[in-house]
């Protein structure tokens, strides 16, 4: 099964990219991003419009309340669901985005362990642990693990100590016992630009999103109960607004950490793709966009 796959750092161009390749290919776009399937959370994740989609079929995309959450087997198994169905249409797959482990899940022989433990009894039992004293814990049975995760991801902390629970064996060794292989005739496009040009972008972008009603987006999910340990609101944008509406923080703080966050997470992006998969890169001409468009579209024919 042949799927085109586009990923790269927000402000980059992924959305128009998309759009143009999936006209030329008789395309139907899924989205990659692991927060875009969150409904009412549009602005902070630059959600694709519309008006930007022009006719084009947009999967995987307002599929969850922010009350939910999901997990990296779950997008896996939605994807290649959805990859079979567009491909049986006579139709190209194109995955969109920039959530590594969820793109590289999909295209390699990832299997997850589906722990045998009762999910809820097991978060309880850890209840009043501390994220310091959890991520303690997992550097003596899985430092490995714990090397690759925040101490602060409290849910992936758990997550690596539940399954080391449950089966005896560490997330780091069921993961280095896979095969790392690429099971799908994949083109990877890269999309990538000189940084101090990108972390323009990415500033500018921010200051968009302001413009366009950042803060009353959250303020309204947080009107309706949306608490910052929820999955949802671990997303860049939105988690940093808790301490300004508890009086903790400016508006420009705020915005200023969204910025810094945004630049911090578009480095890591950049790294774990590099390592993690087999990227065809292409440089970005922001001031000729069609440019790059033809030099992907011809490394593209050539593969087809």
Not at 23 to 43: L, V
Not at 160 to 186: P, V
């Amino acid at each position: 099964m042949k799927v085109i796959v586009i990923v790269g750092p927000t402000g980059i161009g992924k959305t128009r990219l998309s759009i143009d390749l999936a006209k030329r290919y008789n395309g139907e776009i899924i989205s990659g991003d692991s927060m875009q399937i969150y409904q009412q959370m549009d602005i902070g994740t630059a959600k694709v419009t519309i008006e930007e989609m022009d006719g084009v079929p947009h999967h995987l995309i307002n599929v969850k309340t922010p009350f939910e959450s999901y997990s990296v087997s779950e997008f896996q198994t939605s994807v290649r669901e959805k990859m079979k169905e567009i491909t049986n249409r006579g139709h190209m797959p194109i995955i969109v985005g920039g959530t590594g482990l969820y793109v590289k899940a999909v295209l390699y022989d990832y299997v997850f362990e589906e722990a045998d433990i009762n999910h809820e009894n097991f978060n309880k039992r850890y209840e009043n642990d501390t994220n310091d004293e959890l991520y303690e814990r997992l550097k003596q049975v899985d430092p490995k693990s714990a090397s690759i995760l925040h101490p602060n991801n409290r849910r992936r902390v758990l997550r690596a100590l539940e399954i080391f629970e449950s089966t005896g064996q560490t997330k780091s060794a069921s993961i280095d016992a896979q095969q790392h292989q690429m099971i799908y005739d994949a083109y990877i496009i890269g999309l990538t630009t000189a940084r101090p040009l990108l972390h323009e972008r990415i500033n500018k972008r921010v200051d968009i999103m302001m413009a366009n009603g950042l803060e009353d987006e959250v303020k309204s999910l947080i009107d309706q109960g949306c608490t910052s340990d929820l999955q949802s609101m671990k997303a860049i944008g939105y988690r940093e607004w808790f301490d300004y509406f508890n009086d903790q923080a400016t508006k420009e703080d705020v915005i200023e950490k969204i910025k810094v966050h945004s630049r911090q997470y578009a480095k890591r992006q950049y790294t774990w793709f590099k390592n993690q998969m087999d990227v065809n890169w292409f440089d970005v001409d922001f001031e000729h966009f069609e440019k790059t468009e033809e030099a992907v579209e011809k490394e593209v024919d050539k593969w087809i």
